[in-house]
């Protein structure tokens, strides 16, 4: 296969998705020098894997089976009011239940936008009293922070578009793709 192949948008989803950023064979490759990197800071302690729901399925899947480490695993769920692409009105649907009071704590979410997710997430966690909280995301998109949060480890830092699949959504859809997509703008607009 062509590398022009290769990076072109499969025929099923060429009308909604514009171009590929990032390949599946890109992400498999730095997910896995990411868990590297994490399990060298982390020096084989014990870690809570805490994951915000859902767009980290694909993403929190790949990495915690990189991660040769002692883990526990849980969830937290915010969902912003609306289907639009602006991160509205934040509820929390699911809360944290494993204790991290003294733990190491990884965060990991889908991607950093304008940081008002993490902002109301990670006051939440620091008030458990966690001895160590890093986070992880697999994007990062600098242009569009308003808030003052920075991630430890980063996946990929990304120009100011609006993604999709590798369990990013656009209202709900395109999770599923394995790649890392650009909507054609026609689809949110
Ligand atoms: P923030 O609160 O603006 O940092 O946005 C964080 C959340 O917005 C992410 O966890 C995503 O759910 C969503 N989000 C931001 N940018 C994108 C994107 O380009 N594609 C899909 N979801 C996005
Ligand atoms: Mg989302």
Not at 17 to 44: P, W
Not at 142 to 149: D, F, G, S, T
Request: hydrophobic share 45%; charged share 30%; aromatic share 8%.
């Amino acid at each position: 296969m062509s590398a022009k192949q290769k990076n072109s948008v499969p025929l099923r989803w060429r009308k909604e998705v514009e171009r590929i950023l990032i390949t599946d064979e890109q992400l498999v490759r730095r997910v896995k020098t990411l868990a590297r990197e994490i399990e060298k800071d982390f020096r084989g302690r014990e870690m809570v894997v805490i994951s915000l729901l859902s767009g980290t399925v694909m993403f929190l899947a790949d990495l915690i089976r990189h991660l040769n480490l002692p883990l526990r695993l849980d969830f937290i769920g915010v969902s912003s009011y609306g289907s639009g692409t602006a991160s509205g009105e934040l509820v929390f649907t699911k809360e944290l239940r494993l204790d991290v009071r003294g733990r190491d704590v990884l965060l990991v979410d889908d991607i950093l936008d304008t940081g008002k997710t993490l902002s109301r997430v990670l006051p939440k966690i620091r008030a458990l009293e966690p001895r160590r909280l890093k986070i992880c995301v697999l994007l990062d998109k600098p242009a569009r922070r308003v808030e003052k949060i920075r991630a430890d480890y980063v996946g990929f830092a990304i120009p100011d578009f609006f993604v999709v699949g590798y369990g990013l959504d656009f209202a709900e859809r395109y999770r599923n793709l394995p790649f890392v997509g650009v909507l054609h703008p026609h689809v949110y607009q």
